[in-house]
């Protein structure tokens, strides 16, 4: 085993020779050129972070004016339909107005007319009791020949119609 | 090679050879020669500082190799955030160190380079490299911890809530096995890779031997055993990849301990 038989001639300058090399190779590599590297690592990391943190800033910002757009949209929508309401309201009230005066015309005239109804039935009325009277008058005379008054014959009309 | 066997010996890969005649550089008297190990540490360097090049076009749009870069980066830096918290990111970069340095050594200690005739050293298949891999992670272990809790830091070692009697038992007992930290943490890096590439140069041995011995021996013991180490291959792989990990895990862990206590 070479490594126990030389060890005598060669531990010295394997010792040696590792200083040296693994010296230069810390000092170059390991702190010359592995913290630039990580470095550059982190400036990437960096440069992602503040990438991201900028696009999230722009999308609240753009999230904040929508929400502001929003609210102005809604307050013009709200205001809109307040003055169609406002109108609707009027328009309502104006056409109950006239609904309401042409009403009146309206039963003014039914109530007349009812009256006017009711007074030529009253006169027709009347009017059939003196023909029935007459007729009947005319009925007795012809078929049994007496002659009957003409108060006779309406009071006898009256009391037939009163019978229905 | 006519009436000679074919010998495989499946330690020889682990041998370490002065290269361009640097066998008597010495400094201090000590011996430091420029072997194969040391050919295959800046090997490691230089194609760990190539990949990481890929990774500083620092786009902001990675490509796939910055990609790649990052993907290691933030494994590493998210492991520490994992264990030790906000306070481990001063350790990141030799965490990160570690654990690319063990990784791209282990992965190209793997390398079938063979086959054009550069044969890959696995550095990390020897204690004395893991040893003091390890060792360093301890000793960051322990000047933090004695830096940031000076003294206290041995509360450490009972847990809280033990009553006196049981902190009397418990304490060697939580001594010894943080003192086997650095131990068991070189010792499995080591033992992990050294163990894959002998069973591999042992497969490989069958697969030679079996088709030496001829055709019959090649199609019973060489064929499954060159499937075996394909197998075993892909196993490997996952393995340099997991060691890595595990080595800068735990070198995490302990920090960890270090900075928190408990």
Request: with cysteine; glycine share 8%; charged share 15%.
């Amino acid at each position: 085993m070479p490594q126990i038989a030389q060890l005598a001639e060669t531990y010295s300058s394997q010792i040696f020779w590792l200083l040296i090399v693994f010296g230069l190779v810390f000092f170059i590599i390991g702190r010359g050129m592995a913290p630039k590297v990580m470095e550059t690592v982190g400036q990437r990391d960096q440069q992602i972070a503040d990438d991201l943190a900028a696009a999230q800033s722009s999308r609240d910002a753009a999230d904040e004016q929508e929400a502001a757009w929003r609210a102005r949209e809604n307050a013009n929508r709200a205001a809109a339909q307040a003055l169609v309401a406002e109108a609707k309201a009027k328009s309502a009230t104006a056409t109950e107005a006239r609904l309401a005066k042409a009403q009146v015309l309206i039963d003014a005239l039914t109530t007349d007319a009812e009256a006017r109804i009711g007074a030529a039935r009253t006169e027709a009325a009347a009017e059939i009791q003196s023909v029935a009277a007459e007729a009947a008058q005319d009925i007795v005379a012809r078929l049994a020949g007496i002659k009957v008054t003409k108060t006779a014959a309406a009071a006898a009309v009256k009391k037939a119609m009163a019978h229905g | 090679m006519v009436g000679e066997p074919a010998k495989v010996d499946p330690m020889h890969q682990f041998t370490i050879e002065p290269l361009f005649g640097s066998a008597g550089w010495e400094v201090a008297g000590f011996n430091i020669a420029f072997t194969n190990s040391a050919l295959w540490m800046v090997i490691t360097a230089v194609v760990l500082w190539l990949f990481m090049l890929g990774g500083m076009k620092r786009q902001l749009v990675p490509g796939r190799w910055q990609m790649a870069v990052e993907f290691f980066t933030g494994f590493i830096d998210s492991l520490v955030e994992a264990n030790v918290g906000a306070a481990g990111k001063k350790y990141v970069p030799y965490i990160f160190s570690l654990f690319m340095f063990i990784l791209f050594a282990n992965v190209l200690g793997l390398m079938p380079l063979g086959i054009v005739g550069i044969h890959p050293f696995t550095f990390t298949s020897h204690f004395t490299i893991t040893g003091v891999l390890a060792i360093m992670s301890f000793s960051i272990v322990l000047v933090v911890g004695f830096w940031k809790h000076k003294l206290h830091f041995f509360s450490l070692f009972i847990p809280s809530g033990t009553p006196l009697a049981m902190a009397i038992i418990i304490f060697p007992i939580e001594l010894v096995s943080f003192l086997f930290r650095p131990f068991s943490l070189g010792l499995r890096l080591f033992v992990a890779m050294m163990a894959g590439h002998v069973l591999l140069e042992v497969l490989s041995s069958f697969v030679i031997d079996g088709w030496n011995a001829g055709a019959g021996f090649g199609l019973l013991v060489g064929v499954p055993s060159f499937l075996l180490m394909v197998a075993i291959c892909a196993l490997e792989i996952l393995v340099a990849g997991i060691q890595a990990y595990v080595f800068a895990l735990l070198t995490s862990l302990y920090i960890n301990d270090a900075e928190h206590l408990h």
